[in-house]
Each structure stands twice: as C-alpha cells, then as structure tokens.
C-alpha cells in the first residue's frame, strides 16, 4: 500500500509487485493508510480534511468521511474492525461506526 503527494493511494501485491488499483477521489496529499484487521478494506487520510473507505478487492470508495476543519492526518481501526478513528490539524479525533 502507498499514499502519495499526488492524492492518490496505490494497493500493490507484494509477492509480484503488480499494481492491483489505483485509489482516486481525494483532492490533496493523502498522509495515511490503514487496512482493517480483515485486511478487505484500507483506510485513507488526506489533507482534503476527508478520509475515505475502500474496497481492497475492487478498489471502489465505499464511504467518505466528512466533518474534519483541517487535514486529517492519522486513520485507524478498532481491533474488530467495526469503529474508525481519524486525527485532524483541527485539533479533534473524531469516532465513526460502521
């Protein structure tokens, strides 16, 4: 998994090295990636004060998460995979269910 400057994240296979998808949507630099414990989804955070939830076998955005004033620069998930949590420049975490 990659994230870049150029607001897109790449889910690359490790054994072979093949790009499995491109992720776009965000507007900004994308700071942070997290899969869920299931490994079937990943977590992205971006300075576009958004953080986004995709599909890793498709690469579709499932969800995208809106209400940070600044850019969100951490993401992760709850061991069960059932709770987000994101930490912005605006200086708040915010808890999303699932």
């Known amino acids: 998994m990659t994230a870049s400057a150029d607001a897109t994240a ?11 998808h491109r992720l776009s949507g965000h507007e900004s630099e ?3 990636v997290s ?3 299931k490994g079937t989804q990943v977590l992205t955070a971006s300075a576009d004060k958004t ?17 940070h004033t ?13 709770t987000i949590i994101t930490g912005s420049k605006d ?3 915010r808890v999303w269910r699932s």
């Open 10 to 20: 790449c889910i690359i296979d490790v054994l072979s090295g093949r790009l499995l």
């Open 30 to 32: 994308i700071s942070k």
């Open 35 to 37: 899969f869920n414990p």
């Open 51 to 67: 953080a986004k939830l995709w599909d890793v076998e498709t690469g579709e955005c499932l969800q995208t998460l809106e209400g």
């Open 70 to 82: 600044d850019e969100i620069f951490s993401c992760a998930f709850n061991y069960e995979g059932s």
């Open 91 to 93: 200086n708040t975490c």
